[in-house]
């Protein structure tokens, strides 16, 4: 079964350094989003991509946070400086767009730690 | 807006009772309807899914209804076992659209 890869697994490190966290979507899907998951906010829709574009990044703090896809088999969320709120599972999905039936197919996330 | 509320948890059950977990929906005309799964240390993994009113989505013995009139699609299964023990979040997503709506998940324990 076709898979969205997402790495780091884990990620350590103290506040203040960047972050990137990389995601490689399913061969073929034209859609990619990005979340957030805690115990206190459940998962956060953070920004999200269609045919590569960002369509909606309302999700995310401008100031340090930013998402890009360089081309369609990589996607990555980057955070500069890095802060110990930020310490959540990150997780990458893709999808086909269509009529709207379709679901999502999620990685399993970057456990994030900052200290 | 569209919006999903499911019910709190945490669900606790014996192995072999009876699942029902509760999902209403708000949405403009008719959204497709999905239960995802998520197992500890891995992402969400789609359920079941539904994309039309009165379909009923199934999946390794879970079953939910798409029920247009209550605005609802409550997960269901027979027999709990040990296993299921996850945590589950309904979702949707509108008509043309791609971006999907989740409920705050439904913590499952199922003791043997």
């Known amino acids: 079964d076709a898979r969205v890869t997402q790495t780091p697994r884990h990620k350590v490190t103290e506040m203040g350094q960047e972050v990137t966290m990389r995601c490689q979507p399913i061969l073929g899907h034209n859609t990619v989003f990005w979340y957030r998951q805690t115990m206190m906010q459940g998962l956060e829709l953070l920004a999200y991509?269609?045919?590569?574009?960002?369509?909606?990044d309302s999700g995310m703090p401008k100031d340090r946070f930013s998402a890009e896809m360089p081309d369609a088999t990589l996607a990555t969320l980057k955070i500069q400086p890095s802060e110990p709120r930020d310490s959540a599972v990150y997780f990458c999905?893709?999808?086909?767009?269509?009529?709207?039936?379709?679901?999502?197919?999620f990685g399993d996330g970057t456990r994030l730690s900052i200290l | 807006g569209d919006s999903v509320t499911q019910m709190e948890g945490p669900v606790t059950l014996s192995e072999e009772a009876f699942l029902t977990i509760n999902c209403t929906y708000t949405?403009?005309?008719?959204?497709?309807l999905f239960w995802y799964v998520q197992y500890p240390g891995e992402g969400l993994q789609l359920l079941l899914k539904a994309t039309k009113a009165d379909d009923k989505g199934s999946n390794k013995g879970f079953e939910a209804t798409y029920r247009k009139e209550t605005t609802s699609f409550h997960l269901e299964k027979g027999s709990v076992q040990v296993s299921d023990s996850a945590v589950y979040f309904c979702?949707?997503?509108?008509?043309?659209?791609?971006?999907?709506?989740f409920g705050a998940g439904t913590r499952l324990f199922v003791k043997a």
């Open positions: 999905a893709s999808g086909l767009s269509s009529e709207g039936d379709q679901p999502q197919h």
């Open positions: 979702a949707l997503t509108g008509p043309g659209g791609f971006k999907t709506i």
């Open positions: 949405a403009t005309g008719y959204p497709s």
């Open positions: 991509f269609r045919n590569r574009a960002p369509l909606d």
